[in-house]
């Protein structure tokens, strides 16, 4: 590869206003679609080529379903002649400059007129380095496939391991987090174990191997209604998953987890889905930075800018009826991005701009099969098949592109029929020896 030095952004100039994107998510996209044949180059930088559908994250890591079919490339989606002023760069941006206008990346910087920075998300380790080390995130491909890789190596090893200890450290998982991700996460595993997991492995008692989900407040699925709290709780007992609630994880080392309680859990895998923070760019004034977000105003400007915006999840837009910001799900992001698009326009024409106003659609999760919880408009609650069903379509619709749609439904419906987990491969890159914190157990099978 060349070195940065050689590199350079090689944006045409324009004589129209230049919209900067960071970020490729669900934000980003729908407003770039939106601009697109409207008077605006567009510039869109991100540190992935791709956009992810991250709910469904957690089936790439339990081998439901492959990497590719939750994401789709940037380039593929604004790649028409309708987007001839559209223009990516994979590239990271290392900061921005509100004064002068201008965007620093790794490879040089550009000028703006309209900044609009969706970056979303980033783990939250809650300043715990130790935890950080050793445990394994759900946030991005390349997370889910170094799990769903650590889950398997952990059966491997087991079905050669004579020391029984060292077995069940093997067989034990623990899962940090009773949110949407931590839940559906141990729904699959637990189906996992009931239906693919013996088969695989016929050398190892795999009755042994035991789920745990830690939930720091009294009840799974907080962000949901009390009433979907309760189902999920039910489904995941009935499942044979070990909840601990009302605690916290204070400690892991690699081998042992600490609960705040007192309780020690032995386990090679810690899987960290505990919250997140907003990825933030260096640059910003500090007081327009609140709990890890970015403060904007009813029109997504960021306080103090009237050329600067946030979306998604990183913006931190206070309302009555939200007074902790919107929640960190898909359709915020959608609705945002399309309205900046419709008040950009309105800028640049001199007209007043439009408030933005959510429109919540609803929260789901799904714990296995034929179970699911829904929390819909007008205070209705669904659980069992049926939320199970609306998941379904829900997710299939929300993918970007028409291949990731029937790929995805096609693994569903193969799914569905014959319990299978079709892409149980163990996939890592080449690491030397000691230079892997979270393969550590696995250092000594690895080949110079």
């Not at 009931?194 to 191997?209: A, E, F, N, Q, R």
């Not at 910003?284 to 904007?296: A, F």
Request: glycine share 8%; net charge neutral; with cysteine.
């Amino acid at each position: 590869m060349l070195p940065f030095a050689d590199l350079t952004l090689n944006i045409p100039d324009t004589q129209k206003p230049r919209v900067v994107i960071i970020g490729g998510g669900f934000g980003g996209i729908n407003l770039a679609k939106k601009l697109r044949g409207k008077n605006f180059q567009v510039v869109m930088f991100d540190k992935q080529n791709y956009h992810g559908f991250w709910p469904l994250l957690y089936q790439v890591a339990t081998a439901g379903l492959e990497p590719d079919a939750i994401a789709e490339p940037l380039r593929k989606l604004f790649g028409s002649d309708d987007y001839k002023d559209f223009h990516f760069r994979l590239v990271r941006v290392t900061g921005i400059n509100p004064v002068a206008k201008t965007v620093q990346t790794l490879v040089g910087e550009l000028p703006y007129d309209y900044l609009i920075i969706a970056t979303g998300t980033k783990t939250n380790y809650f300043g715990n380095d130790q935890i950080k080390k050793f445990s394994f995130p759900l946030k991005k491909i390349p997370d889910a496939l170094n799990l769903r890789s650590q889950m398997f190596q952990c059966f491997e090893q087991a079905s050669m391991t004579a020391d029984a200890p060292t077995r069940q450290k093997l067989l034990n998982f623990v899962i940090v987090g009773g949110g949407p991700t931590g839940v559906e996460l141990a729904g699959a595993l637990a189906q996992m174990k009931t239906h693919v997991l013996p088969t695989d492995y016929p050398g190892v008692d795999i009755s042994k191997m035991n789920i745990y989900l830690v939930e720091g407040m009294d009840r799974v699925l907080p962000p949901m209604s009390p009433e979907a709290s309760e189902k999920t709780y039910k489904y995941l007992d009935q499942l044979g998953v070990q909840m601990k609630l009302g605690t916290v994880v204070e400690s892991y080392d690699g081998e042992i987890a600490t609960l705040k309680n007192g309780e020690t859990i032995e386990t090679n895998t810690l899987i960290w889905a505990a919250g997140v923070t907003g990825s933030l760019i260096d640059g910003l004034p500090p007081e327009t930075i609140e709990r890890g977000r970015i403060l904007v105003n009813e029109h997504n400007q960021v306080l103090g800018f009237t050329d600067l915006f946030a979306v998604g999840d990183i913006a931190f837009m206070k309302t009555e009826e939200w007074p902790k910001g919107h929640p960190g799900v898909a359709q915020p992001a959608i609705q945002q991005g399309k309205l900046l698009a419709k008040n950009l326009q309105r800028l640049i024409n001199n007209e007043p701009l439009e408030p933005f106003e959510y429109t919540d659609k609803g929260s789901l999760a799904i714990i296995g099969r034929n179970r699911a919880v829904a929390d819909l408009p007008k205070n209705i609650h669904l659980g069992g098949f049926l939320a199970w069903a609306i998941w379904l379509f829900v997710h299939v619709m929300a993918l970007v592109g028409f291949r990731n749609k029937l790929v995805v439904l096609s693994n569903w419906v193969y799914k569905f029929f014959t319990y299978e987990n079709g892409t149980r491969l163990i996939i890592r890159p080449f690491v030397r020896k000691g230079e892997r914190a979270k393969q550590r157990f696995f250092d000594k099978y690895d080949v110079e």
